[in-house]
């Protein structure tokens, strides 16, 4: 069975760290490319980050020099780590799997809610 599980969401205040897990089940995590997507309310999901199978990343203009995107082929899971966190960065964090080659193949995750606030 095909899984993709996002955790680590929570309540931060602003200026805090989280680190956002997304473990994969039922495939192969090194033939994927992983990013991060997110939706606040009222708005559009948007690309918060992405990481291709063979290493190589891309952000979104509104998290560039604050969220760092890794992956662990051999533990089959993605993460993001979010620093120096803003109240606009609170949204539900959806975490997408792609194959490299078949773009076919594509899994979401149901979503961590993530809350910036004092």
């Known amino acids: 069975q095909v899984q993709v599980v996002e955790s680590g969401g929570g309540l931060v205040l602003p200026g805090g760290s989280l680190r956002l897990s997304c473990a994969a089940s039922?495939?192969?995590?090194?033939?994927?490319?992983m990013s991060w997507y997110r939706q606040a309310p009222g708005k559009e999901r948007e690309l918060v980050a992405a990481?291709?199978?063979?290493?190589?990343?891309r952000y979104g203009e509104a998290v560039k020099g604050r969220f760092i995107i890794s992956r662990d082929n051999a533990a089959n899971t993605a993460y993001l780590r979010m620093n120096s966190l803003k109240p606009e960065d609170t949204a539900v964090y959806y975490c997408?799997?792609?194959?490299?080659?078949?773009?076919?193949?594509?899994?979401w995750g149901q979503g961590t809610q993530v809350t910036v606030s004092s």
């Open positions: 990481i291709a199978n063979f290493g190589s990343t």
């Open positions: 039922g495939f192969t995590l090194r033939d994927y490319a």
């Open positions: 997408n799997a792609r194959h490299w080659a078949n773009a076919g193949y594509e899994y």
